[in-house]
């Protein structure tokens, strides 16, 4: 029987270096970190935070054996998968199994943002599901996302993939995550609704989550560890005062226009936190003065940085 994969997982970035080839050593660094932190259940590796529909299959793999070599016995990985191909994908995930991952998640890819059927989505998840043996995760994106959001129809079809262990339920409302979440328990009640919409982990957390894979933890995971911590003995007054600073941070990542540049974002307030050695991307996506002044002010705000 599959085991639950609950609790708090670290969507992490990829370093570079100026030839967007892969930092390794900042790499190394950074995954050894942050999957130390006490209270982080594992990392989500080759996430959106980790730039995977701009890496190659072998880098992907490359990122699971470092990420495999801190692992402790109690720590999970949960790697991305996010591919157009799902025979393409079924190869590369049962690479990923192979290569430590404890547990896949699978993406939609961006081209089902303009139209896509149901069938459609059911067939490339059961291609790759039935290739692997590892837990298998969902994506919910955003109820802004078109197509990528799924509708009821068609998680109903997912949840019937025998390996479907959970979902990164990333709605990114509220109200759309708890009627989501009522959804998935009544259908499948040992399922692991993991929150993972970084301005909304209180309220979520609050009404009800099996743990969260996200990113702003890469930033501040003991902070996004203490928030969960408080909401679970029921201490909200402190909880809330631990929300309001994450949600600030949150804010200036996540709820500023353009919303794709918030991998761009993390990665710099990561360099200004001297936790990797520069912001570069692998896409084309970099941050003007004007970005990079206010995310500087940001962490001064939140005195990460004097």
């Not at 990985?77 to 192979?98: C, H, Q, R, T, Y």
């Not at 993972?196 to 957390?205: K, N, V």
Request: overall charge positive; glycine content about 4%; aromatic content about 10%.
């Amino acid at each position: 029987m599959m085991k639950k994969l609950d609790g708090i997982y670290v969507a992490t970035v990829v370093p570079l270096n100026k030839n967007k080839s892969i930092d390794k050593k900042s790499l190394n660094i950074h995954i050894k970190n942050i999957i130390n932190t006490e209270g982080i259940k594992g990392l989500l590796l080759n996430g959106h935070a980790g730039e995977n529909f701009t890496l190659t299959s072998n880098e992907q793999i490359t990122i699971i054996k470092v990420a495999k070599k801190y692992k402790k016995n109690n720590k999970k990985i949960i790697s991305g998968l996010n591919f157009e191909d799902p025979i393409f994908a079924s190869k590369v995930a049962k690479n990923m199994e192979k290569a430590g991952a404890d547990a896949i998640l699978i993406f939609p890819p961006f081209s089902w943002m303009q139209g896509i059927t149901s069938d459609m989505i059911y067939n490339h998840h059961e291609t790759i599901c039935n290739q692997i043996k590892k837990p298998v995760f969902l994506y919910q994106s955003s109820i802004y996302s078109g197509h990528l959001s799924y509708k009821k129809e068609t998680l109903k079809k997912l949840l019937k993939i025998s390996n479907v262990l959970g979902v990164k339920e990333g709605s990114w409302n509220y109200k759309s995550y708890v009627n989501n979440y009522k959804f998935f328990k009544r259908y499948k009640k040992n399922f692991s609704v993991m929150a993972s919409g970084d301005e909304h982990l209180y309220p979520c957390f609050k009404y009800g989550s099996d743990g969260s894979q996200v990113s702003i933890a890469a930033i501040v995971p003991e902070k996004v560890v203490e928030l969960i911590e408080k909401i679970k003995n029921k201490k909200y007054k402190e909880a809330r005062i631990i929300d309001k600073y994450l949600l600030f941070l949150a804010k200036n990542i996540y709820g500023k226009y353009p919303s794709n540049f918030a991998t761009a974002r993390i990665k710099y307030c990561l360099k200004i936190l001297k936790k990797i050695p520069n912001e570069v991307m692998r896409s084309s996506i970099t941050l003007d003065k004007i970005e990079k002044s206010r995310l500087k002010k940001t962490l001064k705000f939140l005195k990460l940085i004097s």
